[in-house]
């Protein structure tokens, strides 16, 4: 049950409150709130959404004969039953307001305050979902944690993970996402972060938000509503951060390689495994106590790639702030899994595809290919467009080209109507390597992904070889998940690590 009342729901949205039938009081808790009306249990709130293609107004009827006790809606019971069919006289207590997605903000604003759980806020250009997992599994070695789900981190997903609080957590560690000026800021008004996490700034969005100084001050919202006692983790090697000494009046703490003396946890003796993720020593200084020893914790880092170590210093950043030992940090470093699409490891019996399809800018396509370069094996690259990168778009893409070339990757396949430009760069910068070791062996382009889905299946053993690393990364509108399930039918079994 939830520390929530149909009243203080009407409360924070400032709508008409309609009670009627058996659970008609003002002072009824209830159990649950969400969008989604198949989620919505026996107590629950339904608030009703008007969407592209589905209007949440059609599923009241049934969320109330599921047991549903309040529907937050943007339409009267009568314009209902006129528009989709839905009998009045079925509704029970009802919420009218003028914005049911404005009033799923202002309940989870609300919620928000009325909860003891401390929040991890983080949010950044690249690594975010990734570091949240990290940040998640190190802190719930002490602490019972509630997490992000997926990838809901916009201004529906943060208020729906608030509204998942309950009594008995004490962190709630919450991605935020944005896309332009002004969401960071509604987000943190939300969820008002005690800890604020920045994982770089890099070129994400910038058909908005124009540079990366636009997205340093876009991402910096995330400070208008941190607690007054709130703590800041940065990292320490990014540019835009590692200069930022105090933000309305709080020291920042520092995570990274050790390029500057600031940084408080810091890793370093990095030996890589490959695919089978690192180990490394985190060193780290108590900023309490300049004058003790600095800790020094071992851990393995299952998940591959040097980026994945800076996010484990993140997550020891944090722990630091809530008082985990060595041990714990080290605990909960090793039990981190891999989240599907973000360099999710798939072992087949004769290969091995690294899952990286949810999305992709230049840092972490960049990242992708140097964890592609470990591999000792055949190397294929897809790689598809990366969205939303403003005027510099075909700079950008052409950059990936050139970078998986000196990477040293055998096969590069680029999809896509931005991926001509990574194409044309690859094709050129292997002309420069005419005879010299490492030059691909093969260098394609598809205008789109129905193209390239019917060369794989003409024609799969040339594009492929047996034994091969195969690394699907492209934006998430881009669709590469249906090339990744075609290629785990077409290639074989559904082992995971």
């Given at each position: 049950?939830?520390?929530?009342?149909?009243?203080?729901?009407?409360?924070?949205?400032g709508?008409?409150?309609?009670?009627?039938?058996?659970?008609?009081?003002?002072?009824?808790?209830?159990?649950?709130?969400?969008?989604?009306?198949?989620?919505?249990?026996?107590?629950?709130?339904?608030?009703?959404?008007?969407?592209?293609?589905?209007?949440?107004h059609?599923?009241?009827?049934?969320?109330?004969?599921?047991?549903?006790?309040?529907?937050?809606?943007?339409?009267?019971?009568?314009?209902?039953e006129?528009?989709?069919?839905?009998?009045?006289?079925?509704?029970?207590?009802?919420?009218?307001?003028?914005?049911?997605?404005?009033a799923?903000?202002?309940?989870?604003?609300?919620?928000?305050?009325?909860?003891?759980?401390?929040?991890?806020?983080?949010?950044?250009?690249?690594?975010?979902?990734?570091?949240?997992?990290?940040?998640a599994?190190?802190?719930?070695?002490?602490?019972?944690?509630?997490?992000?789900?997926?990838?809901?981190?916009?201004?529906?997903?943060?208020?729906?993970?608030?509204?998942?609080?309950?009594?008995?957590?004490?962190?709630?560690?919450?991605?935020?996402?944005?896309?332009?000026?002004?969401?960071?800021?509604?987000?943190?008004?939300?969820?008002?972060?005690?800890?604020?996490?920045?994982?770089?700034?890099?070129?994400?969005?910038?058909?908005?938000?124009?540079?990366?100084?636009?997205?340093?001050?876009?991402?910096?919202?995330?400070?208008?509503?941190?607690?007054?006692?709130?703590?800041?983790?940065?990292?320490?090697?990014?540019?835009?951060?590692?200069?930022?000494?105090?933000i309305?009046?709080?020291?920042?703490?520092?995570?990274?390689?050790?390029?500057?003396?600031?940084?408080e946890?810091?890793?370093?003796?990095?030996?890589?495994?490959?695919?089978?993720?690192?180990d490394?020593?985190?060193?780290?200084?108590?900023?309490?106590?300049?004058?003790t020893?600095?800790?020094?914790?071992?851990?393995?880092?299952?998940?591959?790639?040097?980026?994945?170590?800076?996010?484990?210093?993140?997550?020891?950043?944090?722990a630091?702030l809530?008082?985990?030992?060595?041990?714990?940090?080290?605990?909960?470093?090793?039990?981190?899994?891999?989240?599907?699409?973000?360099?999710?490891?798939?072992?087949?019996?004769?290969?091995t595809?690294?899952?990286?399809?949810?999305?992709?800018?230049p840092?972490?396509?960049r990242?992708a290919?140097?964890?592609?370069?470990?591999?000792?094996?055949?190397?294929?690259?897809?790689?598809?467009?990366?969205?939303?990168?403003?005027?510099?778009?075909?700079?950008?893409h052409?950059?990936?080209?050139?970078?998986?070339?000196?990477a040293?990757?055998?096969?590069?396949?680029?999809?896509?109507?931005?991926?001509?430009?990574?194409?044309?760069?690859?094709?050129?910068?292997?002309?420069?390597?005419?005879?010299?070791?490492?030059?691909?062996?093969?260098?394609?382009?598809?205008?789109?992904?129905?193209?390239?889905?019917?060369?794989?299946?003409?024609?799969?053993?040339?594009?492929?070889?047996?034994?091969?690393?195969?690394?699907?990364?492209?934006?998430?509108?881009?669709?590469?998940?249906?090339?990744?399930?075609?290629?785990?039918?077409?290639?074989?079994?559904?082992?995971?690590?």
């Amino acid at each position: 049950m939830m520390n929530l009342t149909l009243g203080e729901i009407a409360q924070a949205c400032g709508g008409k409150l309609v009670l009627q039938g058996e659970k008609a009081e003002i002072d009824l808790h209830v159990s649950s709130v969400d969008v989604d009306s198949r989620k919505v249990d026996r107590g629950g709130v339904f608030i009703a959404t008007v969407g592209e293609q589905v209007d949440g107004h059609k599923f009241i009827v049934p969320v109330f004969a599921q047991g549903g006790i309040l529907a937050v809606t943007q339409k009267t019971p009568e314009q209902v039953e006129e528009e989709q069919g839905c009998p009045a006289s079925a509704w029970g207590n009802y919420l009218l307001v003028e914005d049911t997605l404005q009033a799923l903000k202002d309940i989870g604003e609300a919620y928000r305050k009325k909860l003891s759980a401390k929040v991890v806020g983080i949010t950044g250009s690249s690594g975010k979902t990734t570091t949240k997992e990290f940040i998640a599994g190190v802190l719930a070695e002490r602490y019972r944690v509630i997490k992000t789900e997926g990838n809901y981190n916009n201004e529906i997903g943060v208020p729906l993970t608030l509204l998942r609080i309950r009594d008995e957590h004490e962190v709630a560690v919450v991605e935020m996402g944005i896309s332009d000026f002004g969401e960071m800021h509604r987000l943190s008004k939300m969820a008002r972060p005690n800890v604020c996490v920045i994982t770089n700034i890099g070129q994400s969005h910038l058909k908005d938000l124009k540079s990366r100084d636009g997205i340093l001050k876009a991402k910096s919202e995330i400070f208008d509503y941190m607690a007054e006692d709130g703590e800041i983790c940065l990292n320490g090697e990014d540019d835009k951060l590692s200069v930022l000494t105090e933000i309305k009046g709080h020291k920042p703490h520092f995570f990274g390689w050790g390029g500057s003396s600031a940084q408080e946890v810091v890793a370093e003796d990095i030996i890589c495994h490959g695919l089978e993720g690192s180990d490394a020593v985190l060193r780290i200084t108590s900023p309490a106590d300049g004058k003790t020893e600095p800790l020094r914790v071992p851990v393995h880092v299952p998940q591959p790639g040097r980026h994945m170590v800076l996010n484990a210093a993140a997550a020891a950043c944090v722990a630091g702030l809530f008082g985990l030992t060595g041990d714990e940090i080290r605990a909960g470093i090793d039990k981190v899994a891999a989240v599907n699409g973000r360099t999710n490891i798939i072992h087949l019996p004769q290969y091995t595809l690294v899952d990286d399809c949810y999305n992709a800018n230049p840092e972490s396509m960049r990242a992708a290919i140097e964890l592609l370069a470990l591999a000792e094996t055949e190397k294929v690259a897809v790689l598809g467009d990366m969205f939303n990168l403003g005027d510099e778009y075909d700079k950008l893409h052409g950059q990936m080209g050139v970078h998986a070339v000196e990477a040293g990757i055998d096969r590069i396949i680029c999809v896509g109507e931005a991926s001509r430009f990574m194409y044309e760069a690859a094709v050129e910068k292997a002309k420069e390597l005419e005879g010299a070791m490492g030059r691909p062996r093969m260098i394609l382009y598809f205008p789109h992904r129905m193209a390239l889905l019917e060369r794989l299946s003409s024609d799969m053993g040339e594009l492929i070889p047996a034994g091969s690393t195969i690394l699907m990364k492209a934006s998430h509108g881009m669709e590469f998940a249906e090339v990744l399930k075609f290629l785990r039918n077409e290639l074989g079994g559904t082992e995971h690590r």
